[in-house]
């Protein structure tokens, strides 16, 4: 089952204006990741953030966290053609066992 | 460090045939992960192993699906026999304990 839903489905953007990807989740997590995925390829871990945190940043990614809402927004600053890709949401529920449940995606095209 | 191997990368086969998936994981990561990804949604789990052990299986279709993890390190995920709604990428993931997890590239099977 998904836990994350990530919204929009489809973002396209020009170059240099700044992406906002959003995410809910259903249940208590431990904490929430951020995956990027080229086509044809296998996900890469960009960010990671604790829910005792509320914001993080790396680089040109910012992502917040609001447990209340059951939500987290991932901010893509200054974007270049190369963030083209799908990002995925993904929620570690805590537990015996490190389990990752991953949303349905956000294709993200950034033209030049 | 080496990444994530996974072979083949492609695999075409017709229905009710069988076909065996490998993946070799990051060199010291004791969790390895088998994801169906269907065409535009995100990763599914279907196995989880702690070294050479099983520790999720819930949502693998037992029916059809085997996967085993050798000497806890290689492993292979095994559909007979195969259905058409089985066609997806399969992907393998490992991890450090409570680390991000690291992809392959995946597996793109076509079922006929």
């Known amino acids: 089952s998904q836990q994350g839903e990530e919204d929009p489905q489809a973002l396209s953007i020009q170059e240099g204006e700044n992406a906002t990807m959003n995410c809910s989740y259903k249940?208590?997590?431990?904490?929430l990741q951020w995956y990027r995925q080229n086509s044809g390829r296998g996900l890469v871990h960009l960010i990671l953030?604790?829910?005792?945190?509320r914001e993080k940043h790396s680089g040109r990614l910012r992502v917040t966290l609001d447990t209340s809402k059951k939500s987290s927004s991932l901010l893509i600053t200054a974007s270049r053609a190369a963030d083209t890709a799908s990002y995925f949401c993904a929620t570690d529920a805590g537990g015996s066992n490190y389990k990752l449940t991953f949303g349905k995606g956000t294709l993200l095209t950034v033209n030049p | 460090e080496a990444g994530v191997a996974q072979s083949p990368r492609y695999k075409i086969i017709e229905k009710r045939q069988s076909v065996a998936f490998w993946c070799n994981p990051i060199s010291g990561h004791a969790t390895l992960y088998w994801y169906q990804q269907i065409l535009g949604q995100g990763p599914k789990l279907l196995i989880q192993?702690?070294?050479?052990?099983?520790?999720?299986d819930s949502q693998l279709p037992k029916d059809r699906f085997s996967a085993e993890r050798l000497k806890g390190v290689d492993s292979t995920l095994k559909i007979q026999p195969a259905k058409l709604e089985d066609s997806a990428v399969y992907l393998c993931?490992?991890?450090?304990?409570?680390?991000?997890?690291?992809f392959g590239n995946g597996t793109r099977l076509t079922v006929t």
């Open positions: 249940t208590s997590i431990n904490n």
């Open positions: 953030i604790r829910s005792n945190e």
């Open positions: 192993f702690q070294n050479n052990g099983v520790v999720d």
């Open positions: 993931a490992s991890s450090s304990t409570g680390s991000p997890l690291h």
